[in-house]
């Protein structure tokens, strides 16, 4: 029974902290002109502004204390990733066990709070550069943009907090979640647009039909993977315990097809948003230079350019992020030490050799599998004119991320059942 009750209060928590996420992206900051907003929103089609909508929950169309989300905390941690790679300080401190990884996670928050104070100055100054928001701002002088850059930075280490205390307190990864429920709050708003946009141009209902079997293709197929793994076979040797010997068995050692899930997607998504910042503000800046015009073509949405980089960038996590994940060397040694082997492969460097062979085959089949979800839907939207707004990257991370928290539901539950099955066999005993 306090299994069930831990869990109730861990569901209780993980609610009230959605409910505080979605209250707070409808607080504006101080001085903004609404109408102005809502006349913008209203005619642009600009991938970079819709981008950021969908993973601030909406927080952008209103320009709200979580304008910035969590996008500073996802690009500060991929940026620490990437330098425990060059340096060694970091190298030695993630070797450290559990003391290292908070000294890790303390230089991210850091970092966190440094890129959320340069992105802040950045919208502050550059959305009155942007067409349709010269008077996007009610007041301009000093003290405005001293609060509008507190109130963002605010924002952003208070949803850091907040991540961090529903992966405590509640259940699943903070983060995603938020991510999660900031992709499903736009979902209704999707959907009602999709129907305007066919009643207009008059879409019969196989482009519906279209729609959804795409979508039902993409959960199905992002279902299959995720839930796939390559079982390599690990028997152990006899062993002699006192004057008993005990035969040796076999079991096995899982691998998922996708071991870097969500966060090549995430990773990708974020990444891509940099050159799309700068090169709004550099654009209006210096007058609308032709050359920037058409650098920043390149990265409108669904243009060759950017699907190529956001290819790109999504294979590079995949492979990164599972090395940094998983480290064949280690697993190999760890095998060896409890004397198990795998059959026909002798102990040590082939075995690391051999897993390390698996792995990098899993991992292109999970990059390739990746890509495709990302891009389908962008792909029809572009070429065959479809009028489909929930794209593959958000479709993706919806489904991966309810996934992991419904199996974190299971396992939680599936603790009460076993604890209720040894308490009718009279094998549980009451502390």
């Known amino acids: 029974m306090s299994i069930l009750y831990n869990l ?60 910035l989300g969590v996008m500073p905390y996802i690009s500060s941690s991929i940026l620490i990733q990437l330098l425990t790679l060059i340096c060694s300080h970091l190298r030695n ?22 890129l959320s ?10 959305l009155p550069f942007i067409p349709g928001m010269k008077n996007i701002f009610v007041f301009t002088d000093f003290y405005f943009y001293i609060i509008s850059i507190i109130s963002m930075v605010t924002g952003t280490i208070f949803l850091m907090w907040l991540g961090e205390f529903i992966t405590d307190k509640g259940i699943g990864n903070g983060i995603s979640l938020i991510i999660f429920f900031g992709i499903i709050s736009s979902l209704p708003a999707s959907i009602q ?7 207009i141009y008059h879409f019969n209902n196989l482009y519906l039909l279209l729609i959804l079997l795409v979508m039902f293709a993409v959960i199905f197929t992002v279902v299959f993977f995720e839930k796939s793994q390559r079982n390599i076979v690990v028997c152990y040797a006899r062993r002699h315990q006192g004057r008993s010997m005990y035969a040796s068995h076999h079991s096995y050692l899982p691998l998922k097809v996708n071991m870097a899930g969500v966060v090549p997607v995430i990773f990708s998504s974020s ?42 960038l999504i294979i590079f996590f995949c492979f990164f992020y599972t090395s940094v994940m998983f480290n064949s060397k ?102």
């Open 8 to 67: 109730k209060k861990r569901m209780w928590l993980v609610f009230i902290a959605i409910i505080i996420f979605r209250i707070g992206s409808f607080i504006p900051i101080p001085g903004i002109n609404m109408k102005v907003l809502e006349q913008f929103f209203t005619h642009t089609n600009s991938s970079l502004f819709t981008m950021f909508n969908i993973f601030s929950g909406g927080s952008l169309n209103r320009v709200s204390i979580f304008t």
């Open 93 to 114: 401190l993630k070797k450290e066990g559990e003391e290292g990884t908070k000294k890790i996670n303390q230089y991210t928050k850091y970092l966190t709070l440094l």
């Open 117 to 126: 104070i340069i992105q802040s100055i950045s919208v502050v100054i550059g």
């Open 193 to 199: 647009k999709t129907f305007s946009v066919m009643r």
């Open 271 to 312: 990444l891509i948003l940099f050159p799309s910042i700068i090169l709004t503000y550099c654009r209006h800046v210096f007058n609308n230079k032709i050359f920037l015009v058409k650098i920043f073509d390149f990265f409108k949405f669904n243009h060759n350019v950017y699907m190529l980089t956001n290819v790109i």
């Open 330 to 431: 280690d697993t190999a040694v760890n095998l060896k030490k409890s004397g198990a082997f795998v059959p026909g492969i002798r102990p040590g460097l082939q075995t690391e050799q051999y897993i390390k062979k698996i792995v990098l085959k899993l991992t292109t089949i999970g990059s390739i599998y990746t890509v495709f979800i990302c891009l389908v839907p962008d792909v029809m939207h572009s070429w065959l004119k479809v009028p489909f707004y929930f794209g593959g990257t958000s479709l993706l991370i919806v489904v991966v991320v309810l996934m992991e928290f419904i199996v974190q539901i299971q396992t939680l539950m599936m603790s009460t059942q076993y604890k209720k099955i040894l308490k009718k066999a009279n094998l549980y005993l009451k502390n």
